[in-house]
C-alpha cells in the first residue's frame, strides 16, 4: 500500500472513530448492556427469549456470557435486535487516535534504540543534555513514522 493510501484510510479510520466517547467513557454497565438495556426497557428475561425465538435460560445464559466476555458477537447482535437495539462494534484506539498509537509506539521504539548508546557515551563521559536527548528521541520518532509502517511493530 502507498503512503498515499495509508495516510488517507488512517484520516478515513479516525473520523470514523469521532463517533464513539474515549475508552474510558464507554464503560460496560456492571452487568452487561444486554441485562441493562432489557431492563431499562421493562423487559422480562422470558420475554426477549420469546422475541429472539431461544429460551428464558438461553437469556440469562448469554447475559451471564457478556459479562463473562465470552459472548459472541452473532448471539450479541441476535439478541440485540430483539430489543428494537443494533450492535455496534468498534476497536477504540486508548491513546485516542490511530496516529496516536503510531506516535507512542515510534517514540517507545526510538527510546529503545537510542538508550544503548546513550548509556554508553555516558559511561565515556560524552553524554549530551536531557534536552538534546529528547531532540534526537523526537527526531528518529519522526524518522520511524515516515518510513514504512511495518517497521514500528517489529
Known sequence: MTDTNTRLKRLQLADALRTYPAPEAAAVPRRGWLRAIREALGMTQGQLGARAGISRQSVQDFERAEVDRR??????????????????????????SVDAVREQRALALAEKMIQPAD??????AQGVTAEERERQRKLLADMLLDGSPRKLWR
Open 71 to 96: 459472548i459472541t458477537l452473532e448471539s450479541l447482535d441476535k439478541l440485540a435486535r430483539a430489543m428494537g437495539c443494533r450492535m455496534v462494534y468498534a476497536l477504540v484506539p486508548e491513546a485516542g
Open 119 to 124: 548509556h554508553s557515551m555516558k559511561l565515556e
